[in-house]
């Protein structure tokens, strides 16, 4: 049973450009979130995915958008890259639950470097 | 509430003895809690949650204990196997619609494994 896949895995870019990145979530899994965790630091909400609407937003800029298609599988858009962008993007599913105790599972990253 | 760490803490612990890594969180109004173990270029896996209407709950050599007085959660890790040396974080939630599925988590706490 596959779990979270992401890709690409790495990646380098230079400031100014755009960047996207994939997720297909846990077979069974309908809610796609994204996190961004800097070097030494606890993963930060980005935003959340539910029937292909954006449900949840954490305090990241316009800059940061995304998607989720009809096979649940979403991607993570950053225009402008900014030096300060550079760090290890997680994805994470879960099944959608009225409590909203749902146990995220994670990917393992794509880790974007900014030059 | 904002969780910054810049400088990891780390725990350093002898095989085979217990583990005892706190975290105290930043929302009172938080009412779920999540445990996630993080291992060297791998996304974050869950080990165990709690709901603000406990104060404890065990799982397979875990335990975790919620004293929302303080804002103080742990995670208890007994009789400590090499396999547990990882990044250790807190997560909180707040369960209602505004905030659902938003994860704020801690900062982390290095556990080290030593023979």
């Known amino acids: 049973d596959a779990g979270v896949t992401q890709s690409p895995t790495h990646l380098i870019k230079t400031r100014g450009q755009q960047v996207t990145l994939r997720c297909s979530p846990k077979s069974g899994h309908d809610t796609v979130s994204w996190y961004q965790q800097a070097l030494g630091q606890g993963p930060q909400f980005i935003f959340q995915y539910y029937e292909e609407e954006e449900r949840q937003r954490g305090n990241f800029p316009d800059r940061f958008s995304g998607h989720q298609f009809p096979n649940y599988s979403s991607e993570l858009n950053v225009n402008a890259l900014l030096l300060g962008d550079s760090a290890l993007y997680l994805c994470?599913?879960?099944?959608?639950?009225?409590?909203?105790?749902?146990?995220?599972?994670f990917g393992a990253g794509s880790r974007l470097t900014v030059l | 509430g904002e969780s910054v760490g810049l400088h990891l803490p780390t725990l350093s612990v002898q095989e085979g003895d217990n583990s005892i890594i706190n975290c105290a969180y930043s929302n009172s109004a938080s009412d779920y809690f999540i445990w996630y173990k993080q291992e060297s270029g791998k996304g974050p896996q869950f080990i165990i949650d709690?709901?603000?209407?406990?104060d404890k709950r065990q799982g397979q050599r875990v335990t975790v204990l919620l004293n929302k007085t303080v804002k103080h959660l742990s995670l208890q890790i007994a009789a400590t196997q090499p396999g547990d040396s990882a990044v250790y974080f807190c997560a909180e939630n707040v369960l209602r619609t505004d905030s659902w599925g938003k994860l704020q988590f801690g900062a982390g706490t290095q556990v080290v494994v030593t023979p």
């Open positions: 709690i709901r603000s209407n406990m």
């Open positions: 994470a599913s879960s099944l959608f639950s009225p409590s909203g105790a749902n146990v995220l599972t």
